[in-house]
């Protein structure tokens, strides 16, 4: 029966049936092939979309860009933007505190020993006072990023021009000063001059940048005349420490003395008062006895004299004159209290007896 079916130029039933399943196979690892590429190109999908999320922290600000033109800030946060390459986004630190320095290095840089915390750039660091003389400074700059969008596309390279501008600042500041008053008494108004001209070159040219402190660390001469500065320095500091101890000394004694003037014042106007109060009365006492004097004459001055006899005789040594005796002598002192006194009982004696 096979060679009749060879004969009629068919297939055997067994053909047929491998030729089924090689097909069937074929179709299947044709689908299997399709599903995995879908299954690729969505894993992919997935990842692009994700692509699009990002975090900002709470100290930072988020920039996003859309074909490299900003189109929005975000805050912190997770956030989300369209995939590259559309869109993308930049994280800028804006609360971080950053430092930049004049007229020498941290360490570790090439220069010479300066009286700053690191190594001196003597091309930074000597400048030309208001009166013509050179002095070697140091300052330190403290600042932050205050407009981020600025900082990324406002300037090139803004730190870089926030050094340079901080040298001119610098410059200007020294330059308008004499040396001395730089080193001594306006050394604070010095470096407050060059962060304010420092923050007005940083916002003329657009960086974004904010400076929160500019601080002087050394304000000295060159080193062929320093010895001769640091004494004028120290006479300075001694003639502020005399003069504060003399203000100290007047602050002391100028209140006692004028608390002393104060009370001699005050004793003197209460002996004033008290002797017009004590004339008043001694007048108004003699104006009234001249009153009494004028109604009765006789009567007030034997009244005035009894009373004076009887305010100084108790004072006086007395004695007793005999002169009926022809004698002359002088009688002993006789206790005339005590004899006024037995009188004055016997009289009262007397009396009783006669009652």
Do not use: C
Not at 289 to 294: S, T
């Amino acid at each position: 029966m096979a060679d009749g079916w060879q004969n009629q130029g068919g297939s055997s039933p067994g053909d047929e049936l491998l030729q089924g399943l090689e097909d069937l196979k074929k179709t299947f690892q044709r689908f299997t092939k399709g599903a995995g590429v879908w299954l690729i190109i969505a894993v992919v999908a997935l990842l692009w979309i994700g692509s699009g999320f990002y975090v900002v922290g709470p100290s930072e600000r988020g920039i996003v860009l859309r074909f490299g033109a900003v189109v929005a800030e975000t805050d912190p946060g997770l956030r989300f933007h369209l995939p590259w390459p559309v869109e993308r986004h930049v994280v800028v630190d804006i609360a971080r505190v950053r430092s930049a320095q004049v007229g020498y290095r941290p360490s570790g840089v090439p220069g010479r020993s300066g009286s700053g915390s690191g190594r001196t750039i003597p091309q930074e660091a000597l400048m030309l006072t208001g009166d013509e003389n050179i002095v070697e400074v140091n300052l330190v700059v403290q600042y932050r990023i205050q407009d981020p969008v600025k900082y990324l596309f406002g300037a090139f390279e803004p730190e870089s021009m926030l050094h340079s501008s901080a040298e001119v600042a610098l410059r200007s500041a020294v330059g308008g000063n004499t040396i001395d008053y730089t080193m001594t008494d306006g050394r604070l108004e010095v470096q407050e001059q060059a962060k304010s001209a420092l923050q007005s070159l940083l916002d003329i040219y657009q960086t974004g940048l904010f400076v929160s402190e500019a601080r002087l660390l050394a304000v000295d001469p060159p080193n062929e005349v320093r010895d001769a500065f640091n004494d004028v320095v120290r006479a300075l500091e001694d003639r502020d420490r005399l003069r504060q101890e003399a203000e100290g000394y007047q602050e002391d004694v100028v209140p006692k003395a004028r608390g002393e003037a104060a009370q001699m014042v005050e004793q003197a106007e209460g002996y004033k008062a008290q002797r017009v109060i004590r004339s008043q009365g001694d007048a108004n006492r003699f104006l009234q006895i001249l009153a009494e004097y004028e109604k009765a004459k006789l009567v007030t001055r034997d009244r005035l004299y009894l009373e004076s006899v009887e305010r100084i005789m108790p004072t006086m040594e007395k004695f007793i004159l005999d002169s009926q005796n022809g004698g002359g002598g002088v009688v002993p002192l006789l206790p005339l209290k005590d004899l006024s006194a037995g009188a004055t009982a016997a009289g009262a004696v007397a009396s009783q007896e006669g009652r």
